[in-house]
């Protein structure tokens, strides 16, 4: 057996792979490593998953004349830069040398598959979301008109979460919202976590209503909102969900399921300030409804009081009349009466006075009638005896006298 020595052994590997390799190949990979160095010049580290298992590996090289084309267009088409976790379809070249071994030469990259390979990914999340019924949920909830309490879930450093406080706390209206920071990170592999362990803090609070919000970034940069788990959690979250994710050119899946999607973190304070502004107006308009019926019922019964008054005075001054007359007839069938009342008076005592007059001692005595008196008093029926004395009381005299004798009279 002929003996090689190791370089000779390279080379013959070397030459048999450019024999019967082609110039070039399509592959599909993902990045699982990527440096520039000083010189422009990109080296890479491709891989191969099922599942979260590495099955194949290998090194790859985009030289600094090529990766300034290459990485620019995949910039302009994808909006994103090329990154850890892309799944790329590249146009690479084996190479094999005699000290570094075996690597690819990277000459072009498909910047459309790796769209197709993102929107791929999200259709799969949305149409999980949707079979789980749940796409909806967060929307259907009632958003508070004037939210008292607001959760936000941000990165404290954040230039969006600096737009949105400035915003709430200076608005021009004097409104006072009580705002909470739950922070999290907002970008990159751990986001999703993150993002779901503030959601997890927030249900002990006192909040009404929750608010995404980071400024805006690459596409590569907002991936972790269209996170199956992260996006769950926020379709079932039990509080309304508004979203100022900050991107103009796509909407992730976060904003899909959140109560309301609105572009930026100034935009959804605005948002907030005008339920206030609405509210308000709203209560204006009330009072000023309030206030014109107010007034026309005022207005109206007004009227109808005085429509009131004008007849109750007709009614009481016709009322009055009549009882005037009334009471003249009254008074003249009174007059009438007393005076007819009076001239019978007078006939009858006339006629009292002259049986009076009549029945008076005198005319009696005048008739040669006497009264007797015993002791100061008529005799009447009461008997006398001899020797007591008697008054005897004639129409011109006073006879005292003494009674010789006093015999019974049987004959009355």
């Given at each position: 057996m002929q003996e090689l020595s190791l370089s000779e052994?390279?080379?013959?590997?070397?030459?048999?792979?450019?024999?019967?390799?082609?110039?070039?190949?399509?592959?599909?990979?993902?990045?699982?490593?990527?440096?520039?160095?000083?010189?422009?010049?990109?080296?890479?580290e491709l891989v191969q998953k099922e599942g979260n298992q590495v099955i194949a590996k290998a090194r790859a090289t985009i030289w600094?004349?090529?990766?300034?084309?290459?990485?620019?267009w995949f910039a302009r088409i994808t909006g994103n830069d090329l990154t850890v976790g892309m799944r790329i379809l590249a146009n690479t070249k084996v190479t094999y040398h005699e000290v570094y071994g075996l690597s690819l030469n990277i000459k072009d990259i498909d910047p459309?598959?790796?769209?197709?390979?993102?929107?791929?990914?999200?259709?799969?999340?949305?149409?999980?979301?949707e079979a789980d019924?749940?796409?909806?949920?967060?929307?259907?909830?009632?958003?508070?008109?004037?939210p008292q309490n607001i959760a936000i879930i941000s990165s404290e450093t954040a230039a969006g979460y600096g737009d949105f406080i400035n915003q709430i706390e200076h608005n021009g209206y004097g409104y006072k919202v009580h705002h909470y920071l739950f922070s999290a990170?907002?970008?990159?592999?751990?986001?999703?976590?993150?993002?779901?362990?503030?959601?997890?803090?927030?249900?002990?609070?006192?909040?009404?209503?929750?608010?995404?919000i980071r400024g805006g970034g690459s596409q590569l940069d907002l991936d972790c909102f269209d996170d199956y788990n992260l996006c769950s959690h926020i379709a079932q979250f039990p509080l309304p969900i508004l979203t100022g994710i900050g991107h103009e050119r796509d909407t992730s899946i976060a904003d899909m399921v959140a109560h309301t999607q609105l572009k930026t973190p100034t935009a959804v304070a605005e948002f907030i300030i005008q339920g206030f502004i609405e509210y308000q107006s709203s209560i204006n308009d009330l009072f000023s409804s309030i206030s014109s019926v107010a007034t026309d019922y005022i207005y109206t019964e007004k009227e109808t009081l005085n429509q009131i008054s004008t007849r109750m005075n007709l009614e009481i001054q016709q009322k009055l009349q009549a009882s005037k007359a009334k009471l003249?007839?009254?008074?003249?069938?009174?007059?009438?009466?007393?005076?007819?009342?009076?001239?019978?008076?007078e006939n009858r005592l006339k006629s009292i006075?002259?049986?009076?007059?009549?029945?008076?001692?005198?005319?009696?005595?005048?008739?040669?009638?006497?009264?007797?008196?015993?002791n100061?008093?008529?005799?009447?029926?009461?008997?006398?005896?001899?020797?007591?004395?008697?008054?005897?009381?004639?129409?011109?005299?006073?006879?005292?006298?003494?009674?010789d004798k006093a015999i019974e009279n049987t004959e009355l």
């Open positions: 052994l390279n080379l013959q590997i070397k030459k048999t792979l450019e024999e019967q390799l082609a110039a070039s190949y399509w592959v599909v990979a993902e990045i699982a490593q990527i440096q520039v160095n000083s010189s422009g010049h990109c080296y890479l600094a004349y090529s990766y300034r084309n290459i990485s620019a459309s598959f790796t769209l197709g390979e993102r929107e791929k990914a999200r259709q799969e999340v949305i149409a999980r979301l019924g749940i796409m909806e949920m967060n929307k259907e909830l009632e958003l508070p008109q004037v990170s907002m970008q990159g592999d751990k986001a999703p976590e993150s993002i779901i362990n503030a959601l997890h803090q927030i249900i002990d609070s006192d909040a009404d209503v929750v608010v995404i003249a007839s009254i008074t003249q069938n009174i007059a009438h009466s007393s005076a007819f009342q009076l001239a019978n008076s006075e002259q049986k009076i007059n009549l029945l008076n001692p005198k005319h009696l005595l005048k008739k040669g009638y006497s009264v007797i008196y015993k100061g008093k008529p005799l009447g029926s009461t008997k006398v005896s001899a020797n007591e004395q008697i008054d005897i009381i004639t129409a011109n005299q006073r006879i005292l006298s003494t009674v």
